[in-house]
Nanobody, 127 residues
């Protein structure tokens, strides 16, 4: 059964860091662009960062220069390094296969291409 499993969330103080992992099973991740999404209570799910099989990346404006997405296809895993976390980034973080769009300057948009979501991993940024 093909699935993506998120891990690495937790409680962190403002300004702290976390590394999230998205482990694929049942399929080879290198064939897909993968994105990280988050959903805060009472809010819609939003794209945070995406990466293609060619390592082109997209970042939502508010996380640029703080978050870094990467992939290790040998481990079938995509990571999200999150630095300088803020309280309003408290959310459940999900990974998903994505579609992407861009131009000569790089990716400027990505979107989930499946409605099947895992359980995600909770990130809580609080004192």
């Amino acid at each position: 059964q093909a699935q993506l499993v998120e891990s690495g969330g937790g409680l962190v103080q403002p300004g702290g860091s976390l590394i999230l992992s998205c482990q694929a099973s049942g399929f080879s991740l290198y064939l897909y662009a993968i994105g990280w999404f988050r959903q805060a209570p009472g809010k819609e799910r939003e794209a945070v960062s995406c990466i293609t099989g060619y390592n082109s990346t997209y970042y939502e404006e508010s996380v640029k220069d703080r978050f870094t997405i990467s992939r290790d296809d040998a481990k079938n895993t995509v990571y999200l390094q999150m630095n300088d976390l803020k309280p309003d980034e408290t959310a459940v973080y999900f990974c998903q296969t994505v579609g992407t769009a861009g131009d000569h300057e790089g990716l400027n948009r990505c979107w989930a291409d499946s409605d099947l979501w895992g359980q995600g991993t909770q990130v809580t940024v609080s004192q």
